[in-house]
């Protein structure tokens, strides 16, 4: 048995059906068969989830603060139970509006949030107990891009590399990944040498996927559905561009923009959803030489797949069909990274986030 925590849209943002906060449901992966556990209300489109990589904590930026307050987003913090269900340990504003996206570091030490409306990224230090403390930087972005919908910045994702030195803030409106150098007693930020890397002119920089070795980024673009591969040398502090493909096919008619990307835990196989297309594009992953490699297209059987996730064994994947209020359960297999559709779906109203407990 497993627990699956969902983050959602309580808004009816784009339309979706309406919901109440963040879903906790068991699943069975021998039968497929799942169960409600827990619905945690109050919370204000809890649309961005992740987990502390050591301890029980659940972490989840919500786009406001109060119902009158949407200046700010919050972060919340939950304890996880033996039983799954999540306690309230804290919440606080994120110092920036319409927060999207939590990040937590791979030494549990550094939380980051982005702020698209801000347009901030805020860290936070974490304490031993995995609660956030004061918040440790704020830089504003400024400036804006090719595209209409690129009239001011949009940073719309942050990570931190391996080591937890380094921070990387996914712009969408300036088609900019910045690298920041952290302070790893504080969690303060600096400018790093080479201050950010560029992705296409128009591309709109949506989120990345950093490579279990540490030494590729790969960044999916928003607005013009391709992936971008960068090469990463952490000892110097190089972002190199080295690769932009697309994520859907050369005879692909309509609209669609790509949500999430992600790697396995081998760093052999990368997946990205594609919104409009209906699809997860699957590309084989060549870590000698940082390319990618088109592998298969896989069909969701939803509509709107925001967010994938990966189960920690690598036998499922998990698609997060916002405007079909369903997630669509996919066995993976590790050695070929193929999907299969189970056709199970588990109902969330607005889903967008998925998290493995």
């Not at 021998?30 to 502390?52: I, N, Y």
């Not at 959803?273 to 939803?302: H, I, K, M, Q």
């Amino acid at each position: 048995m497993m627990y699956l925590y969902f983050g959602t849209f309580t808004g009816g943002f784009m339309g979706g059906a309406p919901s109440e906060g963040i879903y906790v449901w068991q699943f069975d992966p021998d039968s497929l068969e799942a169960r409600p556990v827990q619905t945690v209300g109050g919370l204000f489109s809890p649309s961005f989830l992740c987990k502390h990589p050591t301890l029980p904590r659940l972490y989840a930026a919500e786009r406001q603060l109060t119902a009158d307050d949407n200046s700010t987003g919050a972060l919340a913090t939950y304890a996880i139970g033996g039983d799954g269900q999540l306690s309230l340990l804290d919440r606080r504003s994120t110092e920036g509006a319409f927060t999207a996206h939590v990040n937590i570091s791979a030494d549990g030490r550094l939380l980051s949030v982005a702020n698209p409306l801000g347009p901030t990224v805020t860290t936070f230090p974490v304490d031993a107990n995995g609660v956030p403390g004061t918040a440790a930087a704020n830089p504003r972005y400024e400036g804006k891009g090719a595209r209409p919908r690129q009239s001011a910045p949009w940073p719309h994702s942050s990570y931190t590399d391996p080591s937890g030195e380094r921070l990387f803030v996914c712009d969408l409106g300036l088609d900019r990944v910045f690298i920041y150098d952290i302070d790893k007693a504080s969690g303060s930020l600096t400018p790093a040498g080479q201050p950010f890397a560029q992705v296409s002119s128009g591309a709109g920089a949506r989120h990345m996927a950093v490579h279990p070795s540490g030494q590729f980024l790969c960044v999916v673009n928003e607005l013009d559905s391709t992936l971008s591969v960068f090469a990463y040398d952490a000892e110097a502090g190089s972002v190199i561009a080295v690769q932009t493909l697309s994520t859907l096919p050369a005879d692909f008619e309509g609209a669609s923009q790509p949500a999430e990307v992600a790697f396995d835990a081998e760093g052999k196989y990368l997946y990205i959803t594609n919104r409009g297309a209906e699809t997860v594009t699957v590309f084989a992953f060549d870590e000698t030489r940082g390319r990618a490699t088109l592998s298969s297209w896989v069909p969701v059987g939803g509509d709107t797949p925001r967010h994938l996730a990966i189960a920690p064994d690598g036998k499922f994947l998990l698609v997060a069909n916002q405007l079909s209020a369903e997630v669509a359960v996919f066995r993976r297999d590790p050695a070929s990274g193929t999907l299969t559709d189970t056709g199970k779906r588990i109902p969330v109203p607005s889903v967008s986030c998925t998290v493995f407990g």
